[in-house]
Each structure stands twice: as C-alpha cells, then as structure tokens.
C-alpha cells in the first residue's frame, strides 16, 4: 500500500527556503477549531491541539481501514490574527485569535469526515473533539519562507515580509498570518525549530 505524505508529494508548499518566494496553495480540506488567547499559556489552545490530532490519526486510521488509502498525518498548523492589528504586529499573544488546523486527505468526502469526527468524539475525552469541523481552505497566492528557530524570534522576519518584501513586488496581503509547524516543540530545540511563514497575497495591478 502507498503512504501519501503530503509535505515530500509537494515540496513546493511545505519545503521553502528561508528566503521569501511566492507560491500558488491549491484547495485544501482540513480539520479546524477557533480560540483567542496566547498559545503559551491557553488550556484552550493545548487542548484544541490534543483534538485536532486526535482526530486525524482517527481519519488516517480509518481510511486505512476502510478505503485501503493510507497517509501521514500533516502538519499542525495555524492561522493568527488581532482585532488590533498593531497589537499582533508587537506579538501581544494574550489579544491574538487563531485557527489551528491539520490537512486532511481530499479523497474522503465531508459526509466521511463527519462521521469520523461523531465516532472520535464519542470514544475520547476531549470535548473539544465534538467542535471541530472540516473546512475547505482555498489560499491561493501566497508569499512563504522558513523561519528556523523559537517561534518568538519571527517577528523581524514577518515584518520584512510587510515592509519591504511586499511593497518591492506589487503585493498586499489579503488574508490571516498562516504558519505551518514541521517540528515538534516537545522534542526538537527552539533554536531548530522549522516553521513556514505563509502570507496570502494580491498583486497591486
């Protein structure tokens, strides 16, 4: 049986250089759940984490099981923002509201999905599980790069990105800070961190 695994069958989308380049992001199906609050210290944030995962390696298993197609489960990932933007801009996490998100397989139809997401949420105790929902995310044209190390440092990197990057190419933004997490905080080094800083782009003209 093939294991698909998104992050090596689309280099392009998970494997940028730590210089910026634009990339075209393709309609993608995923897991999602919304909060407020610092990643650091919300329980909320921890458990909605908990329950995304919870929930796609239930969807992998499954459609293993059942559909003989089976995957790596992607990588968590996360859309941020601030009622104030100056706020986000100066990294006040306690004011910032999020989506965290994990991919899922376009293969699996929403009805299937739903039903994953009912089973899982009956056999965990997670509540949050029961929240989730699936949600089509169509990005399209984004700027991304890599930034390696703690996830507080990003900030000189995200705003070269809006100040110089952007104006230097006829773009503006047109959506949420997107970053997409390929370590893991609990084993790997903040200094070796690996995440992709995403940002949804127009072109002026």
Same mark, same amino acid.
């Given at each position: 049986m093939t294991v698909l695994d998104f992050? %090596?069958?689309?280099?392009?989308l998970y494997s940028p250089g730590t210089d910026f380049s634009i990339v075209d992001v393709p309609v993608m199906t995923f897991f999602a759940l919304d909060g407020a609050g610092d990643p650091n210290t919300s329980r909320d944030y921890t458990a909605a984490v908990e329950a995304l995962f919870a929930a796609s390696y239930a969807t992998k298993f499954t459609s293993k099981r059942e559909l003989e197609r089976?995957?790596?489960v992607a990588p968590l990932e996360g859309l941020w923002w601030s009622e104030n933007p100056a706020k986000f801009a100066q990294l006040d996490k306690k004011d910032w509201l999020w989506t965290v998100m994990i991919r899922q397989p376009e293969w699996l139809t929403n009805a299937q999905l739903l039903d994953i997401l009912h089973a899982t949420?009956?056999?965990?105790?997670?509540?949050?599980i029961a929240a989730i929902r699936p949600m089509l995310f169509n990005e399209g044209l984004?700027?991304?790069?890599?930034?390696i190390g703690?996830?507080?440092d990003e900030a000189?990197?995200?705003?070269?990105?809006?100040?110089?990057?952007l104006p230097a190419n006829n773009l503006v933004e047109t959506g949420k800070h997107h970053e997409i997490?390929? %370590?893991?905080?609990?084993?790997?080094?903040?200094?070796?961190?690996?995440t992709i800083l995403r940002q949804p782009v127009q072109r002026k003209y």
């Open positions: 992050k %090596s069958d689309q280099k392009e089976d995957y790596v949420a009956e056999k965990k105790k997670n509540s949050l984004c700027v991304q790069a890599m930034h703690p996830y507080d000189p990197k995200i705003a070269a990105l809006h100040a110089d990057y997490y390929l %370590s893991d905080p609990r084993t790997v080094k903040p200094e070796k961190l690996r």
